[in-house]
């Protein structure tokens, strides 16, 4: 998922779509990936500092070059809901909602819309063109090299690391993932079967689809692997 868009999965969660029967079993990955959050607290620390460390870059750059980022994604992110409401996706009350850190989750608690009503704006949203992160990440290293702020070879740098780092945390992300599914299935929380579902990209949603599992029992299913994944965690953590 691009930076620039993780407000749209934002905006999903805050809306209580993952309370839903369908929510709930994208949530089922997220129960298994619990280490993938630490991977994501990871992705940003790492890069721009390391080199800093390296004398590549000066912390007053470094600074600079974060603050860019951040301005570009903020920029980014208002533009792309000016575009959503001129084109008649969302309205100006949606799009005000969704600058706020609440998100749908205020319209749907003051009465202006209903969860299903937000489930399929998160769908409608989603299916909207995406600004590359790339692309648009390295627009902003050009920028800073036009005014001087850093040279080409850092911006090189910058992108290098940026690449660099995000494929690390998928790599760990994916073992993580992995090595809890094979945990899971040892224990008898989940079936091979599930285990396979649950790596694909479809989720359990796959095997609802094809009649194996009622969308109750993937639920009761999620719940059993966010009790036993928290107990791993408690269990790991007082060792």
Do not use: C
Not at 33 to 49: C, Y
Not at 89 to 100: E, F
Not at 126 to 154: C, E, H, N, R, Y
């Amino acid at each position: 998922m691009s930076a620039n868009m993780k407000w749209v999965t934002r905006m999903g969660a805050g809306a209580g779509v993952a309370a839903l029967a369908v929510g709930a079993l994208a949530g089922v990955g997220n129960a298994v990936g619990t280490a993938d959050k630490e991977g994501d607290k990871d992705r940003g620390k790492g890069s721009v500092a390391a080199l800093v460390t390296d004398g590549t870059l000066t912390s007053e750059q470094a600074t600079t070059v974060k603050d860019a980022v951040k301005s570009a994604r903020q920029k980014n992110r208002a533009d792309r809901l000016k575009t959503l409401v001129t084109n008649g996706t969302i309205t100006q009350a949606q799009a005000d909602a969704l600058s706020n850190k609440g998100g749908l989750r205020t319209l749907i608690k003051s009465g202006d819309m209903t969860r299903e009503e937000a489930k399929a704006l998160h769908k409608q949203i989603k299916g909207t063109d995406k600004p590359d992160a790339d692309s648009t990440f390295a627009s902003i290293m050009s920028g800073l090299v036009a005014k001087g702020t850093i040279t080409q070879a850092q911006a090189d740098a910058i992108i290098e690391a940026k690449v660099a780092k995000r494929d690390t945390v998928k790599s760990a992300r994916q073992e993580n993932r992995v090595d809890r599914l094979k945990t899971l299935v040892t224990n008898g929380t989940i079936t091979q079967a599930q285990a396979d579902a649950l790596s694909n990209k479809g989720g359990l949603r796959t095997l609802i689809k094809s009649g194996d599992m009622t969308r109750e029992e993937a639920k009761a299913l999620h719940q059993k692997i966010k009790s036993a994944v928290g107990g791993t965690k408690s269990s790991g953590a007082s060792e």
